[in-house]
Structure formats: C-alpha cells, structure tokens
C-alpha cells in the first residue's frame, strides 16, 4: 500500500481547500498533506468548480479565499452539508450573522471562523482584552505585506472590538485625544472608538502592536508572524476540531481551552 492509499483510510480527515494557489492556501495543502491523519482530496481556485470538492468526498473546507467570495463559498459549504475551517478576512458581525442563520438551517454542521490562526495572535488578542480596563489610552499598530487585499486586517478588527467591549465594560469613556485640525487618515480608523493604523510595506508578513497607556507608563503588547506556517498549527487544530462542533466556532479561543 503506499503511503496515499494508506492516507486515504477511513480514520483520515478528506480535507479540500479553497484558494489553494494563494499563500495561505499553499501552505494549507502541505501542511494536510504532511499531516497523517488528514488526506487533501480536492483543491479550489477562482476557475475551478466548488462542486469537485464535494464530489471528491471534502468533509472539511479550508477557505483562504477573498473577503468578496468567501460568503459564498461558506454558504455552499453549509448548504452542501460541507464543515468548514475559514480564515479569510472581512467578517463583519452582519456576516456573521448571516452564517448564523444559514448554520440554523444546517444545525449539523460546523463552521470555524478564525480571523488569526497563529497561536501568539491569539494570545497577543487575549492579553489586549485583559489588559484594556487599565488604560485609558489604545491604539493599535496593524504591519502586513504589501500585496494584502484589506486594511485594517481581520486581526485588528477583532482586537479593537475585543478591547472596545473591555474599556465599556470597565466604564472607560472615550480614549483621550485632543486632535482638531486632522490631515484624513493621519490617525487611522475608528473602529468603536479604537484608532487602528495599517502598515503596508514588503519584507513583512504580518505584525501587529497593541499600545496602551495611563498617566506615567505604557504597556506595548506585540505579535509577529515572520512565516505563513506560524498558522498552521491553529488550521489543523481547527480541521480536526470542527466535525465535533456543530454551529458557529468564533476564534481559535474555545478550540485552545
Ligand atoms: N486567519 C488567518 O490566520 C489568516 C488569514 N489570512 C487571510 O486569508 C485570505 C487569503 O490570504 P492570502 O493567502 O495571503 O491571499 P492570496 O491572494 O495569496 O490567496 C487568495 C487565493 O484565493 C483565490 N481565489 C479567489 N477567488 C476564488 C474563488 N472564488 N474560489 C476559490 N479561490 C479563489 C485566489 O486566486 P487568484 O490569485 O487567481 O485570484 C488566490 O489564490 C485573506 O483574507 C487574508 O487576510 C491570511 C493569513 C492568515
Ligand atoms: O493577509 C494576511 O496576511 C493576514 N490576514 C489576517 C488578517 O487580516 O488579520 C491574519 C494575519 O494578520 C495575516
């Protein structure tokens, strides 16, 4: 028997990918491929038909796409009774929920939606949220590639609302800031009241700084994925978890506890 007949055994995993030419889907396909309890059964680009996956018995999809097809592809996966691992960006809560209500209609089926698989992401994201009472000053510093598609990043995002929801918790007002005569864009986005500033520049892959500050001193909490395989842990993590959990799985969080 050789070594992907042996893969294909019914213990194995039938993965397929979607965005499988891209950098994180190429990663995604030899990280399968190298796992042994996983077999990678089909791979999807933008001209090949999402149908082959299903035909090819895909019980798990990996979507690695673009924020303007990935609703889609999820929604023919849930549709097809297809689980899915997604790590595309662009998921805004009227996203999310729409995969809610296409999920209520497939309660069998199991959706993972991370928007940052690299384990250091998730805990620099976890210790921003903890950290976010004491301050009452917070920007975040997003850094990526130059040839990334969104700004700010998924990762960003999600801190700003993860430490949104701390500062209101806490009862923080809003962050200081006595800026009047502002050139647009020099400080970055307002998302719920957190400024989020994107770096482009090439040589990075993908960074981010979380800044805060009270009277005296600053707290700097950093990530850095210098390697798209610094996610690949968090998606095969994510592949042999999702079958287990039917519904919607939001960060790599509860698949780490
Ligand atoms: N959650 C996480 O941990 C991470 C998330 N990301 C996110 O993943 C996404 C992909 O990033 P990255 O790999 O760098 O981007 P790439 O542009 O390298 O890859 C995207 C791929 O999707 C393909 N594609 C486009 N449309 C379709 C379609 N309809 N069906 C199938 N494939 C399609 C593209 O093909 P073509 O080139 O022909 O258009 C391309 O190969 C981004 O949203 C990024 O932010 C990235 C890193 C980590
Ligand atoms: O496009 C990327 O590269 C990345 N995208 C994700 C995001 O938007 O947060 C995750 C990571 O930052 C890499």
Not at 24 to 41: F, H, N, T
Not at 65 to 73: C, E, I, K, L, R
Not at 108 to 136: C, H, S, T, W
Not at 206 to 215: M, S, Y
Request: proline share 4%.
């Amino acid at each position: 028997m050789t070594d992907e007949q042996e893969k294909a055994g019914p213990e194995s995993i039938k993965v397929g990918v979607l965005g499988a030419g891209g950098r994180m889907g190429a990663e995604v396909c030899r990280a399968v491929e190298a796992a042994a309890d996983m077999k990678l059964v089909a791979t999807v680009d933008q001209d090949d038909w999402l149908v082959n996956a299903a035909e090819a018995g895909a019980e798990v999809l990996v979507d690695f796409t673009t924020p303007d097809v990935v609703m889609d592809n999820l929604h023919w996966c849930i549709d097809q009774g297809i689980h899915a691992v997604v790590g595309t960006s662009g998921f805004t809560e009227q996203r999310i929920e729409k995969v809610r209500g296409w999920l209520a209609d497939r309660p069998d089926v199991g959706v993972v939606i991370a928007p940052n698989f690299g384990l250091g992401a998730v805990l620099m994201m976890q210790f921003a949220a903890r950290a976010a009472r004491y301050f009452e000053s917070v920007e975040i510093v997003e850094q990526h590639h130059p040839r990334k598609l969104d700004a700010p990043s998924g990762t960003a995002m999600h801190t700003a609302r993860l430490v949104a929801a701390a500062r209101a918790e806490a009862g923080l007002g809003p962050v200081p800031d006595a800026t009047t005569d502002e050139i647009a864009g020099a400080r970055g986005a307002d998302v719920d009241g957190v400024r989020v500033h994107a770096v482009r520049a090439t040589g990075l892959v993908a960074h981010q700084e979380v800044l805060f500050g009270t009277t005296g001193e600053t707290l700097t909490i950093r990530h850095d994925s210098y390697d798209r395989v610094s996610f690949m842990p968090g998606v095969l993590l994510a592949v042999r978890a999702v079958r287990n959990r039917p519904g919607l799985t939001l960060g790599l969080d509860a698949l780490l506890d």
